[in-house]
């Protein structure tokens, strides 16, 4: 029988954390909270799905979803693999990226939780099913600007708690070098320095972390979409580059690739446009030859949308997980993070639902 979506809905969440240290300015202000903004989803049959936009876009995201996707959306059926492709570009005037992206990736996420839940199967089912049950996740530490006694103290943290896997959000050799210091050899250390450097300024400073074994190191060129002038970088220095978590679109992946500018593509579910883009730019990715670790610096539905999408992709990766004490952590009883991994549930859908408490307790 045909389904109807009915309503929808946004909430914007702030849950407090503590970074174990003085919190960084973003957007001009200390980062105290986990920003998140989930997507609800209702249908006709009484099946809810949810989602999850970029939660630093916090109000605008909401108001975007709930003046322009809740207007195109609310009658469809979520179901037709053709409403999104349809919905986007619907807006395309209005925007390719930024506030109204995020707010589509909201509602994708929630009608693949629908389709599964319908179907009374898990996410991963739909992509095809999981090639893994468990992921390890990887500890993505807050930026302590430098400091490296924070740096070797929180890493050291990270350890104790069972994560193998350590990234960085720091901009200096020393900083790399403290954690190195602390991990030894074999934990694999991933540097993301949000874009620190224009074109000819990174080489010195990427060079001189080589001597510490990155992983890789993420974005380090302004404008991240300076796909050339990455791969000038790559190559001068043999440093692997990850980026993508500022891409707009998939062609912005393609045309990375193409440069020859990256060794891993980093797709954000709650940016780029839900599962369904992060599916397409993952699998064409890995058929060229580069590993797809999609970027996952949230809690909610995204994560979970990401885990189901590591599990079922060729190549395998540590999901994200931000390193901090939480006030409360979603899917802390359902999805549990144990000793640095999690299993991929099996349940319908995403696998689990948003504590009601979240709503009750930090609704911004």
């Not at 104790?160 to 959000?169: A, D, F, Q, S, T």
């Not at 050339?228 to 891409?247: C, D, F, H, Q």
């Not at 809690?299 to 931000?322: D, N, Q, S, W």
């Amino acid at each position: 029988m045909p389904v109807t979506i009915t309503a929808i809905d946004a909430f914007h969440l702030r849950i407090p954390h503590d970074m174990w240290a003085e919190p960084p300015l973003f957007a001009g202000r200390p980062r105290t909270h986990v920003e998140a903004v989930y997507v609800r989803v209702t249908t006709d049959k009484g099946v809810v799905g949810w989602g999850e936009c970029n939660g630093f876009s916090g109000a605008a995201a909401v108001t975007a979803v709930e003046t322009l996707i809740r207007r195109v959306a609310v009658g469809q059926d979520p179901t037709d693999s053709e409403l999104m492709p349809r919905i986007e570009r619907m807006l395309h005037g209005l925007g390719r990226a930024g506030v109204i992206m995020h707010a589509m990736s909201g509602l994708d996420i929630a009608l693949w939780d629908i389709r599964g839940k319908l179907e009374g199967v898990s996410v991963s089912k739909l992509l095809g099913g999981a090639k893994r049950t468990r992921v390890e996740t990887y500890a993505s530490l807050i930026q302590y600007a430098g400091n490296v006694e924070n740096v070797k103290r929180i890493t050291a943290r990270a350890l104790e708690r069972g994560y193998k896997h350590i990234k960085l959000h720091e901009r200096t050799p020393e900083a790399v070098a403290a954690a190195r210091s602390v991990t030894g050899p074999n934990i694999p250390i991933k540097v993301d320095t949000n874009c620190a450097w224009l074109p000819g300024e990174a080489d010195a400073p990427v060079a001189a972390m080589k001597a510490s074994n990155p992983h890789w190191v993420e974005e380090p060129i302004w404008p991240p979409e300076d796909f050339e002038s990455a791969a000038k970088l790559r190559k001068a220095t043999g440093v692997p580059i990850a980026m993508g978590e500022n891409a707009t679109s998939p062609s912005d992946f393609r045309k990375m690739i193409a440069a020859g500018a990256v060794d891993f593509v980093q797709p954000s579910v709650n940016k780029i446009g839900g599962i369904t883009h992060l599916w397409k730019i993952a699998t064409e990715a890995e058929k060229a030859g580069i590993t797809c670790v999609p970027h996952m610096f949230y809690f909610g539905p995204g994560y979970l949308a990401t885990l189901h999408c590591i599990a079922c992709k060729e190549r395998e990766v540590p999901l994200e997980r931000m390193f901090a004490d939480v006030a409360q952590v979603p899917y802390a009883k359902t999805v549990p993070d144990v000793n640095g991994a999690v299993e991929v549930p099996d349940r319908p859908g995403l696998g689990a639902d948003p504590e009601p408490e979240l709503f009750e307790r930090f609704r911004a």
